[in-house]
Structures are given as structure tokens and as C-alpha cells.
């Protein structure tokens, strides 16, 4: 099978390898609020099972998910993501690999598959379906698929911070100022911008406008997995409370069973 590589896919990916990104996500080490409600409940059914964490990044997850089970398996296809998680943890197993070809692993090997803080979004369409597929197969027949991704409905989807609804204080200011700063680069990246029926992908100033990140809502979000097979589909706030829609939530973190 080969990986997909498209301007789009290659941009966020250049992003990743950067190395003011990769020491962000070297720096950050908690579980978000939603991660760590979904997680209890799903740790009786993981507990000592198999687990893949794809886009590990710095290994945020990895010492959450290694108290879960021995048996974790972690990948990024930056080179320097995994280099550096592999450092920082050396009881994981860690490989450089592309998600959207998972060939090194059998069909219905792992018990839960995280792909966290809406590494999914930072890809193509066609790159998503990949990997939502790839995922599906390595999953065990009941398996879960935990993910997160940007919320189509958001309040704020596609503005830049000054038409927020939000209440302007110094740091705010300063967030804009660095926003006008960077304006020139987001302009660019505008040409590579989709808007589908059923998804986005914007350049919303992540990483100082450097990524291209997939929006969708909860409704189309759910038909996309349904289509390849998922069932029992929830989406949480980020409180980690279900949810059927939220367009006070940037982004929804979803789980999907096999
Ligand atoms: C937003 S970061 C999240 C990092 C980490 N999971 C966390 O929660 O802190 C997304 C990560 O996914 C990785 N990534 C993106 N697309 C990928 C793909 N197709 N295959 C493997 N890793 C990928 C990136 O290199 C990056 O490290």
C-alpha cells in the first residue's frame, strides 16, 4: 500500500518536522479533561490489551497509556517525533511511520487505536479515509477508535480572532497583534483552503498559520465512519460530556467501536 502525498498533505507534514513544533509537543505532558473522562471508562475494557497511539508527537499520551498496558505500540511519521518520544520512553515501542500505511500491522490486532489532539485533521480527505480504514482493519472486532477533530459548527469556524465574540483583554491584544504579523503567511496558505459539502479544511493559525486543518460536523462526521464500518459513534465536548452538536466547541473528541 502506498502513502498518500499530496501539496496539502506535505505542507501540515513540513509543519510537523519543524523544529519549534516538535519542541511544543515535547513540552506538552497532560491528558485534556475529555481524555482523561473517556479513558476511565473505557480502561476496564483496555486494561493490559493492546494499544496504538498514531501521531504520538512528543508522547503526550504515552505515560497515561503505558499505565493502561505494557502492550502499547506508538507512531508519528515525523522522524523527529518519534526519535524523541522514543527517548523520552524508552519501555515504548516507537516506529516512524506513515498512518496511511499501516501494512507493518496485522488485521484485528489492537484493542484501542488514539489518534489525539485532531492529528486526523491534518491531512487530505482522501488521506483521512486512508487512515480511518487502515485504523478499522488493525482494529479487534469491538475494538475502539479514539480520536479527535475540529467542529464544522464552531461559532468561530473560519474567522480570524478580531470577529471572535470575545471579550478583548491585553493578552488577547497580543495575540492579535501576532495574528496581524503572520496575516501575509495565512493569505498564502488561503489557495489551498477546501470547502466541501460534507468538510472544510481552513488555515485557522495553528503553529503561526502554518497548518491546513480538516473541519467537520458531528452529523457527516459520524456517516463518514458509519460508511467504513464503525458503529456505537459518541462525540464529546471537551469536558468529555456526549454531546449531538455544540457550536460552542472547537473541536469534539469522538469514540467509534468496530
Ligand atoms: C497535533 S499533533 C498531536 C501530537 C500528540 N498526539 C499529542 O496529542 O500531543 C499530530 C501528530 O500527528 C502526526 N501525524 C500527522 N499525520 C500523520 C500520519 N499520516 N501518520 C503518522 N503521524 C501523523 C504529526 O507528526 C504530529 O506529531
Not at 67 to 82: F, K, L, P, Q, V
Not at 97 to 113: E, G, H, I, P
Not at 173 to 180: A, G, K, P, T, Y
Not at 198 to 221: C, M, P, W
Request: charged share 25%; net charge neutral.
Amino acid at each position: 500500500m502506498e502513502a498518500i502525498n499530496t501539496s496539502l498533505d506535505l505542507l501540515n507534514r513540513n509543519t510537523y518536522d519543524r523544529e519549534d513544533v516538535v519542541s511544543f509537543y515535547n513540552e506538552a505532558n497532560t491528558l485534556l479533561p475529555a481524555e482523561r473522562a473517556i479513558l476511565r471508562e473505557l480502561t476496564p475494557g483496555i486494561a493490559n490489551k493492546k494499544i496504538l497511539d498514531i501521531g504520538v508527537g512528543g508522547g503526550r499520551t504515552t505515560p497515561y497509556l503505558l499505565d493502561i498496558s505494557d502492550d502499547y505500540t506508538a507512531i508519528d511519521y515525523s522522524e523527529e517525533m518519534a526519535k524523541l518520544t522514543a527517548a523520552k520512553y524508552p519501555n515504548a515501542k516507537v516506529l516512524q511511520m506513515d498512518a496511511t500505511n499501516m501494512a507493518a500491522f496485522d488485521d484485528s490486532s489492537f484493542d484501542l487505536v488514539l489518534f489525539s489532539y485532531n492529528g486526523l485533521d491534518s491531512m487530505t480527505h482522501e488521506s483521512r479515509i486512508k487512515i480511518i480504514s487502515e485504523v478499522f482493519r488493525v482494529l479487534k472486532p469491538g475494538g475502539r477508535f479514539l480520536f479527535s477533530s475540529h467542529n464544522r459548527d464552531f461559532h468561530n469556524f473560519n474567522k480570524l480572532p478580531w470577529r471572535w465574540n470575545v471579550k478583548w483583554n491585553l493578552k488577547f491584544v497580543i495575540f492579535v497583534l501576532h495574528c496581524l504579523y503572520h496575516l501575509p503567511k495565512h493569505y498564502k496558505m488561503k489557495k489551498h483552503e477546501v470547502f466541501a459539502d460534507d468538510y472544510a479544511i481552513v488555515n485557522d493559525g495553528d503553529h503561526r498559520f502554518s497548518l491546513l486543518l480538516y473541519y467537520v460536523t458531528i452529523e457527516k462526521q459520524i456517516d463518514q465512519l458509519s460508511k467504513i464500518g464503525f458503529s456505537n459513534v459518541i462525540a464529546h465536548d471537551m469536558q468529555g460530556k456526549p454531546v449531538k452538536s455544540d457550536p460552542s466547541s472547537h473541536w469534539f473528541h469522538y469514540v467509534a467501536q468496530k
